[in-house]
């Protein structure tokens, strides 16, 4: 994700849980030119017709990779001068009212966020911030690039690890984590499972999502 931001692409995450029909849906409608993916996965995700497939771990990607430079990415690698109006990512709707829908959103949209949390939360070069919630879910975003633009460490939790709160008290204690996000009903359930007592380096936690 931080690499196609970087060079002034937009993407569009895939749950490879969801089922087929709603995956092809959401391929069709965005229409990417490139499907990034491992080997465990590609036979879960719809092709998208006339799209690159680079999958991850493959022989010849490792190598493309290891070629790489690891500088910056400039405007003048990139095809075209990156715009704040520029799209960063589509998210797509749970479709609880109808068809599922695109929602597209512009890379000064995550700057003016980040921006935001850094002044009212201030990130320090000695938090940990914990990413835990799956990127076909808008709170994914701070928490995949709020650490990174404040050059703070990002503790990034297993697949489907946001769900046990037995795994995220062990992570948050092994991994000295400082900051993380819940929805008003996890954070219940952790608590309740939790002796938070046993979290001590915890400083913030973000609530969004539900009532609370």
């Known amino acids: 994700l931080h690499a196609v931001v970087r060079a002034g692409g937009a993407y569009l995450p895939l749950d490879t849980t969801l089922p087929t029909d709603r995956l092809t849906h959401m391929i069709q409608t965005a229409a990417p030119v490139c499907l990034v993916t491992d080997l465990p996965s590609l036979d879960a995700v719809p092709v998208p017709a006339d799209a690159e497939v680079v999958v991850i771990g493959a022989p010849e990607v490792t190598a493309d990779l290891a070629s790489l430079r690891g500088d910056s990415v400039t405007d003048a690698d990139r095809s075209a001068v990156l715009l704040p109006r520029h799209l960063a990512y589509v998210i797509f709707t749970s479709g609880s009212t109808g068809r599922p829908k695109g929602v597209m959103v512009e890379h000064e949209a995550i700057v003016n966020r980040l921006q935001w949390m850094q002044g009212a939360y201030r990130l320090a070069s000695d938090d940990r911030v914990l990413q835990k919630t799956p990127a076909g879910f808008d709170v994914s975003v701070w928490e995949f690039f709020w650490p990174l633009a404040e050059a703070t460490p990002l503790v990034i939790a297993r697949?489907?690890?946001?769900?046990?709160?037995?795994?995220?008290?062990?992570?948050?204690?092994?991994?000295?984590?400082?900051?993380?996000?819940?929805?008003?009903?996890?954070?219940?359930?952790?608590?309740?499972?939790?002796?938070?007592?046993?979290?001590?380096?915890?400083?913030?936690?973000?609530c969004s999502g539900e009532a609370l």
């Open 159 to 206: 697949p489907e690890g946001h769900k046990d709160p037995d795994y995220l008290a062990a992570l948050i204690r092994e991994q000295r984590v400082t900051v993380l996000h819940f929805v008003p009903s996890m954070l219940a359930a952790f608590l309740a499972d939790t002796e938070i007592t046993t979290c001590p380096t915890l400083r913030l936690v973000v």
